[in-house]
């Protein structure tokens, strides 16, 4: 069995975990006491500005105290929805603090970080920051994952895999086969880290589920996911990751910030689980729009990637930095890629059915004015 103290960096083992003193929640149910004055952190009795409670009409005790440090009522629920134990749920502000928590807590300077290229930057700038070196895996000329480079790489005992799936900008994936070689070809004394942020976009046959499928690999392990994409909630910054064992995740909380999610985004997170209905017309609307970009993008004759996500990467073939500004003049906004050998393509995401009218339009329009 891997050991869960392993990737982490003496630093991090040398810290003690916060104290963050008891909630209101704690107190009712350990203590058997309704009438409760919370008088240990310096909390303001008015709470917030009466306009907030005229915007958000219940925002007044959610604002007023500081949050639940460790977010139990979501961990738990996310816990139970992932077949894991409480302690093995770490929540941050928006799946990105994680990444930064995971990159502190694991590389020491030298270390390597295998990740997929062309990449979501911050697995590579986290990673740089710590003095880590990045391997970039790049994709195939069909702009899908280069298997044989990937396991060539892990065999070589990284510190660190960390990885989108699917791929964020290209949108491709692996497959359940592909991430059962990968996870039986690491060393244990590797760190996975997948990356799902669009998971529930991918979700079905041909998608891994990943924890399952690490769940009993003997390797340490982080599965990312976040409430800021499908879930529609990427102003409040919240997403969470279920890690490989209990001790493991401890560590990981000592290297972020005691409040780092706060109590509106993780009621919020309670609340958009509990809305099944919300979840799914959101998917099939991501979905059903995607196929119909991308049917009027290949009848336009651009390449776009292979995708399971609310976007396409789309090969402008010329510089896809005008493209985006002549797009931006007739007010669309697209991302354009600027990393290496990517600099032809954008990614657009898919929105509402007018809202991709407009882009389609727009292209059409930029097409012919040549
Ligand atoms: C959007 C995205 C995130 C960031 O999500 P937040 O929870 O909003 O921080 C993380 N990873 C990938 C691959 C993403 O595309």
């Not at 991430?179 to 529930?200: F, G, K, N, Q, R």
């Not at 996500?309 to 930095?321: E, H, I, P, Q, W």
């Amino acid at each position: 069995m891997a050991n869960p103290s392993s990737p982490i960096r003496e630093e991090i083992r040398s810290i003690a975990p916060y104290n963050a003193g008891l909630t209101l929640e704690e107190v009712r149910a350990k203590y058997k006491v309704d009438d409760i004055a919370k008088l240990g952190s310096n909390e303001n009795p008015l709470g917030p500005s009466p306009t907030l409670r005229r915007l958000f009409p219940d925002i007044g005790e959610l604002a007023r105290l500081y949050p639940d440090p460790q977010g139990r009522a979501l961990c738990t629920r996310l816990a139970a929805d992932f077949g894991v134990e409480d302690n093995q749920v770490i929540l941050g502000n928006g799946s990105e603090d994680l990444i930064a928590v995971i990159c502190r807590s694991v590389v020491r300077p030298g270390d390597t970080v295998v990740t997929l290229y062309p990449s979501f930057p911050l697995h590579e700038d986290y990673t740089t920051l710590m003095g880590g070196k990045v391997e970039r895996i790049s994709v195939t000329a069909e702009l899908t994952v280069d298997m044989d480079a990937l396991l060539d790489a892990v065999s070589r005992k990284p510190r660190m895999l960390m990885f989108s799936n699917p791929m964020n900008p290209v949108g491709c994936w692996l497959t359940p086969a592909q991430l059962s070689s990968v996870v039986a070809a690491l060393h244990p004394e590797t760190l996975i880290v997948v990356d799902e942020a669009y998971a529930e976009y991918a979700a079905g046959e041909d998608y891994p589920n990943a924890v399952e499928m690490l769940r009993d690999s003997g390797r340490n392990w982080v599965v990312l996911r976040t409430f800021s994409k499908a879930f529609g909630l990427a102003g409040l910054r919240i997403g969470y990751g279920i890690v490989s064992d209990g001790s493991l995740c401890d560590f990981l909380n000592r290297a972020r910030t005691p409040f780092n999610t706060n109590a509106i985004a993780q009621a919020s997170a309670v609340t958009a689980l509990d809305d099944a209905d919300h979840l799914k017309r959101s998917i099939e609307l991501a979905l059903d729009e995607r196929e119909r970009m991308k049917a009027t993008l290949d009848a336009l004759g651009y390449r776009t990637a292979p995708s399971k996500c609310n976007f396409l990467f789309v090969d402008m073939r010329t510089g896809a930095t005008q493209v985006a500004e002549a797009l931006l003049r007739r007010g669309v906004i697209v991302k354009p890629w600027k990393q290496p050998g990517f600099e032809s393509f954008i990614r657009v995401s898919i929105g509402s059915r007018a809202e991709n009218d407009h882009f389609l339009g727009a292209l059409k329009d930029i097409g012919t004015a040549g």
